[in-house]
């Protein structure tokens, strides 16, 4: 497991995960998962599970499991979507060649050597995804994998128990940005919800950031939408990776994107961009998320006066 070195993003819905993920998607040294890397199982029950969907928890497994049921329990709706149905994915146009049955095998054969335990069972989904991937853009330097699953840092003492080396790296936005944005889903969240949650998730971000300051790191949307470059050199800080000029644009598969979406609802990562989406909310909903967002919170992420855009 030493050998194996993981990063995963972590955010509330709309508050910027996607897009650092694929921002992150053009280092030549990082293994980036190709969509969210939803790993979480059926069996992600506990106090929590009320408020967030289990395909974004990290794993759990039955002790009578095998791997091959192992390898169909992991959620991972979206790359399953794209390679079983690729005319009903929202990421049709995505070229990506793979083979479901092969990836399979792959993740069988690698545990093989291994003892069937989640570290193991993660580090070979990660690892059989990229070794049958058949037009992944290769570069011979790739040595970190990065998922990103939507609000998977709450489970954060579980990662770092599974792997004391990899990182969290938490991504904040303003709620009142990120909730007009996560309006623009088919089936949003209602703005009670919405803002209730993101304090949660928030909530849990800043424990962990303390508990643990070697491992979990929280970073701000509105900084990379500022000065990217400034921003991304942080992450590889983060990460110890080198910088590359390549970070400065959003990429898939190493291929550059002209817009964010449909890795989410952020098209464009800036300043405008940011200040639209939040001005696109009524007086009252600014004025409804502030009185559910816990003051402290907006005030530790200088947030405090955001709802005043206009």
Known sequence: MNNFEL????????????????????????????????????????????????????????????????FELFFDEELKTRIRFPLSSKFKDANIEMDEKERKSVFIELMKS?????????????????????????????????????????????????????????????????????????????????????????????????????????IRYEDLCENVEKFMKKVCDIIRVDYYEELTKPCWNRKRLNTI????TIRIADVESNKKSLNELSVAERKEIRSICYQGFLEEFGYETYDKFI
């Open 114 to 218: 291994k003892k069937r335990e989640r570290a193991s069972l993660i580090e070979a989904f990660f690892q059989s995804t990229f070794k049958s991937w058949k037009n992944f853009n290769y570069t011979g330097k790739e040595r970190v994998y990065v998922g990103y699953s939507p609000i998977v840092g709450i489970d954060a003492p579980k990662i770092f128990n599974d792997f004391p080396n990899a990182k969290v790296i938490h991504v904040v936005r303003n709620p009142y940005s990120a909730y007009a944005d996560t309006k623009k889903r088919p089936f949003p969240l209602s703005l009670d919800r919405y803002a209730q949650i993101w304090n949660i998730v928030q909530y849990y971000a800043l424990i962990y950031k303390r508990k643990f300051p070697k491992n979990f790191y929280i």
């Open 7 to 70: 990063i995963m993003i972590s955010a509330m819905y709309e508050n910027g995960g996607n897009t650092l993920q694929r921002y992150l998607d053009g280092h030549p040294a990082l293994y980036v998962y190709p969509f969210e890397s939803q790993l979480g199982t059926k069996f992600c029950i506990d106090n929590l599970s009320s408020l967030f969907p289990y395909k974004y928890r990290w794993p759990e497994f039955p002790l009578n499991g095998t791997v091959e049921e192992d």
């Open 261 to 264: 979406y449909p890795w989410g």
